[in-house]
């Protein structure tokens, strides 16, 4: 007995109802595989976008922290030797302020949980010695000093404030905020530095050169040991 049309009609809903589980059955194990593989990756790819943020915050805290507790060791040694004359005063407000930077980046190498730079022993003597040895040059051969250093440090905050500028600075912007405010004072100490007359230092240029150059190296290390 042939079916009725609409006996017919209901069998071929049927068989593509079936078809068309028998479809997704075979599909939904590739969808599935395809849609964890495509998770992994993104899982993956959020992972190494953290890890990369951690490891840059790390270098900036790390090697700025240094760069803080080196100056205040040069402006140690500067009131060692220059801190009972005219421009005692001086070099202890631009002092004072390096104080609060360092407090500051004390502050943040904790709350990053990041290693300070091994070689901070090493900055300890080293900045106290640089600070002092050009202090008996007299007033001129440590502001000559000054202005080597807060330029050096000055460019370093602007190159790390355009490193974040471009990677999110939303995310960021209370650490740009620090580095802005740090940087417009090393460049007020730089100033400082010119106004008191740096630039009649002996051999001012070469001075300066050679200050700058140990001011690269010591940025170089501090970020990665």
């Given at each position: 007995m042939r079916p009725s049309p609409s006996g017919r009609l209901e069998m071929a809903r049927a068989g593509a109802w079936v078809g068309a589980a028998a479809l997704r059955s075979l599909l939904r194990p590739g969808l599935r595989l395809s849609a964890a593989i495509a998770w992994q990756r993104a899982q993956a790819a959020r992972y190494l976008s953290a890890r990369a943020e951690r490891t840059m915050l790390g270098r900036i805290i790390r090697v700025d922290h240094a760069g803080e507790y080196g100056a205040n060791r040069i402006y140690a040694g500067q009131m060692a030797v220059l801190g009972g004359g005219p421009v005692g005063p001086v070099i202890q407000q631009m002092w004072d302020q390096e104080k609060q930077h360092l407090e500051k980046f004390n502050e943040l190498i904790v709350d990053h949980r990041v290693r300070p730079t091994l070689l901070m022993?090493?900055?300890n003597v080293a900045g106290f010695v640089l600070g002092a040895g050009t202090a008996l040059l007299g007033k001129e051969g440590a502001m000559a000093c000054t202005v080597a250093v807060e330029e050096s440090i000055s460019q370093h905050y602007n190159n790390q404030i355009r490193m974040l500028m471009e990677e999110d600075p939303e995310r960021h912007k209370e650490l740009l905020a620090v580095l802005k405010k740090f940087r417009d004072e090393e460049m007020e100490h730089?100033?400082?530095?010119?106004?008191?007359?740096?630039?009649?230092?002996?051999?001012?240029?070469?001075?300066?050169?050679?200050?700058?150059?140990?001011?690269?190296?010591?940025?170089?290390?501090?970020?990665?040991?």
């Open positions: 022993p090493f900055w730089h100033d400082t530095g010119l106004a008191h007359d740096a630039e009649m230092a002996p051999a001012y240029s070469l001075l300066k050169n050679i200050i700058q150059a140990g001011c690269k190296a010591a940025i170089y290390i501090s970020e990665r040991i």
